[in-house]
């Protein structure tokens, strides 16, 4: 059983362009969170989808977006790229059962960096 | 975010010897805790979570206390190994949001 899948695993972007990055899910899990970690830093919480819409929003302005398709897979969208917004992004999976997630899965991160 | 923070930025420990890392969270509505380890170049890997009816669980040489008078956790690592050593995160989830401290490093020394 696949845990929590993303892609790519590193990407080199100049300042300015724009980045999408994906997530596909553990099987059985419906909601997917975003965060961002910076080097030497704990990861913060960007944003959540269930159900195809954005749940939660972190402390991020909107040049972050994102997507969730029927599959549960997620997409996330960074557009006029920042050298700050180089770091560490990790998708975590879960399954919403009323108001509460269980079995939270982080993947292993996509390593992007702004040059 | 929420203000969860550690005391101690690297912990250094002899293999054998038990590890205790502490973390101290802000919001006493949090109702849920997860220790998380983190190797180089991968994603936070789950160790051992406790609810906040709770104030003590154990696993497989782990033990985490939460004490919520005073808003603190601590994991114990019973006889550290070196294969033990990574960044360990405290998170507390408030409202199905986790909010992560900065990290203690553990160096287990042979």
């Known amino acids: 059983d696949a845990g929590v899948t993303q892609s790519p695993t590193h990407l080199i972007k100049t300042r300015g362009q724009q980045v999408t990055l994906r997530c596909s899910p553990k099987s059985g899990h419906d909601t997917v969170s975003w965060y961002q970690q910076a080097l030497g830093q704990g990861p913060q919480f960007i944003f959540q989808?269930?159900?195809?819409?954005?749940?939660q929003r972190g402390n991020f302005p909107d040049r972050f977006s994102g997507h969730q398709f029927p599959n549960y897979s997620s997409e996330l969208n960074v557009n006029a790229l920042l050298l700050g917004d180089s770091a560490l992004y990790l998708c975590?999976?879960?399954?919403?059962?009323?108001?509460?997630?269980?079995?939270?899965?982080f993947g292993s991160g996509t390593r992007l960096t702004v040059v | 975010g929420e203000n969860v923070g550690l005391h101690l930025p690297t912990l250094s420990v002899q293999e054998g010897d038990n590890s205790i890392i502490n973390c101290a969270y802000s919001?006493?509505?949090?109702?849920?805790f997860i220790w998380y380890k983190q190797e180089s170049g991968k994603g936070p890997q789950f160790i051992i979570d406790i609810r906040s009816n709770m104030d003590k669980r154990q696993g497989q040489r782990v033990t985490v206390l939460l004490n919520k008078t005073v808003k603190h956790l601590s994991l114990q690592i019973a006889a550290t190994q070196p294969g033990d050593s990574a960044v360990y995160f405290c998170?507390?989830?408030?409202?199905?949001?986790?909010?992560f401290g900065s990290g203690t490093k553990l160096n287990v020394k042979p």
């Open positions: 989808y269930y159900e195809e819409e954005e749940r």
């Open positions: 998170a507390e989830n408030n409202f199905n949001k986790f909010y």
């Open positions: 975590a999976s879960s399954r919403q059962t009323g108001t509460a997630n269980y079995g939270y899965t």
């Open positions: 919001n006493s509505a949090s109702d849920y």
